[in-house]
């Protein structure tokens, strides 16, 4: 995603900060006695602009929302509508996905959303997608038995490819559609989704669910 530039980034950043978790590393394996209270743990990669974030953490009050995001650019919205909500149940990290295992300890996880990410076409970058089997490993660690990822895309080889990927890695597939939004709208839509679907564009969604015995 291709973000302009915040001019007063730094004062925006501050003014939000109370969303923000600044040195994560320092949580890993913490989050629950951090944030206690709550039933869930649960991670979002690559928020954007976060509408999905902040219409997930007030429709899962029970759950704790951590919301990743490596352009700061982006993220400052994402954070400053969190801040307007008054919600206490999300947090923000300027990060790269790919250091998920140093936030979080291994199984500390229930819940991973991936909506959305960039699809990186062509083989050359195919390890750079969210779904690639480098970052599956990942997430297999950092989620419980049983913990799930809850994917979204408008891109249907992106689709068609994780959905190898999820097989091959040995996760479990339910709730597989080409067309989430067939019959009216269904859940939170992100940022992108909403453009996409008033655009007519089909919504692929899927759950993939790690082993209960992993
Ligand atoms: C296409 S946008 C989708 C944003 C949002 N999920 C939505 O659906 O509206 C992809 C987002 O993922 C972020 N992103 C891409 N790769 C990432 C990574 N490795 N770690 C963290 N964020 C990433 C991008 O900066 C961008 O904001």
Redesign the pocket.
Known sequence: ?R?RKKKNLPQRMEKASGVLIKTPEELCGKWRETFPGYEALHVE?????G??TSGTAAAIPNAFLVA????PD?MIMAMEKAVAAELTNVRFID????KINEIFADGELDRIYI????PWPGKKHAKRR?TAPGFLELYKKALKPGGEIHFKTDNRPLFEYSLEQFTECGWQLSEVTGNLHENGPVGIM????AKFHSEGVPINRCVAKKAEEA
Do not use: H, I, Q, R
Request: with cysteine; aromatic share 12%; proline share 0%.
């Open positions: 995603m973000m990669l690559g928020c954007g602009k509408s999905f990743v995001e490596k352009v982006a990060m790269d996905a790919a909506n959305f990410c960039d969210l992100t940022d992108y989704e």
